[in-house]
T-cell receptor, first 111, second 113 residues
Framework: GDSVTQMEGPVTLSEEAFLTINCTYTATGYPSLFWYVQYPGEGLQLLLKATKADDKGSNKGFEATYRKETTSFHLEKGSVQVSDSAVYFCALLQGAQKLVFGQGTRLTINP | NAGVTQTPKFQVLKTGQSMTLQCAQDMNHNSMYWYRQDPGMGLRLIYYSASEGTTDKGEVPNGYNVSRLNKREFSLRLESAAPSQTSVYFC????????????FGQGTRLTVV
């Protein structure tokens, strides 16, 4: 079945560092791909998405490009802030109603 | 601007007890979902309702039942709680997942002892 694999966490960086969180997927066809973010004590929020190959999703300085050749959707940010500390989830859309999530990557940014 | 509201936020149950988790959304979305979140496993879909009057099983439905009470409300029931159901439960809603993604509630932390 479809699955999503994220890099193991936790990830700890200093403020203004460059961030990459790796995400690869296994799926039939070319599903829509998402990054969700979960801040402490809250539910998940959609961060960005891409619906087809070579699409780039972007939001709040974060970017991810849908790479069908490598079945990847890595999350990047050029300069992280303390406020970016959260858990990040990569996900794919299976059919019309099922989001399949990766295991999540906890990110901590130190000042 | 409530979005998706879940109650309760925290609950402790004894093994064998029953309870219902409530969820309501005010965005007029057709689809609603229940997920559970466990450490190292991401979120897994328990049940979903694509529209009022319909419900379908997700990846981990055993031990749960759901009711789509109306377009706004979607409840999750544990008939006989087990320690394996200790988890954080999230309700979500969506008009179309592929376009706007899902909107999540703040979660219910359930402990079964």
């Amino acid at each position: 079945g479809d699955s999503v694999t994220q890099m193991e966490g936790p990830v700890t960086l200093s403020e203004e560092a460059f961030l990459t969180i790796n995400c690869t997927y296994t799926a039939t066809g070319y599903p829509s791909l998402f990054w969700y973010v979960q801040y402490p004590g809250e539910g998940l929020q959609l961060l960005l998405k891409a619906t087809k190959a070579d699409d780039k999703g972007s939001n709040k300085g974060f970017e991810a490009t849908y790479r069908k050749e490598t079945t990847s959707f890595h999350l990047e940010k050029g300069s992280v802030q303390v406020s970016d500390s959260a858990v990040y989830f990569c996900a794919l859309l299976q059919g019309a109603q099922k989001l399949v999530f990766g295991q999540g990557t906890r990110l901590t940014i130190n000042p | 601007n409530a979005g998706v509201t879940q109650t309760p936020k925290f609950q402790v149950l004894k093994t064998g007890q029953s309870m219902t988790l409530q969820c309501a959304q005010d965005m007029n979305h057709n689809s609603m979902y229940w997920y559970r979140q466990d450490p190292g496993m991401g979120l897994r879909l328990i049940y979903y309702s694509a529209s009022e009057g319909t419900t379908d099983k997700g990846e981990v439905p055993n031990g749960y039942n759901v009711s789509r009470l109306n377009k706004r409300e979607f409840s999750l029931r544990l008939e006989s709680a087990a320690p394996s159901q200790t988890s954080v439960y999230f309700c979500a809603s969506s008009e179309y997942l592929g376009r706007g993604g899902a909107f999540f509630g703040q979660g219910t932390r359930l402990t079964v002892v």
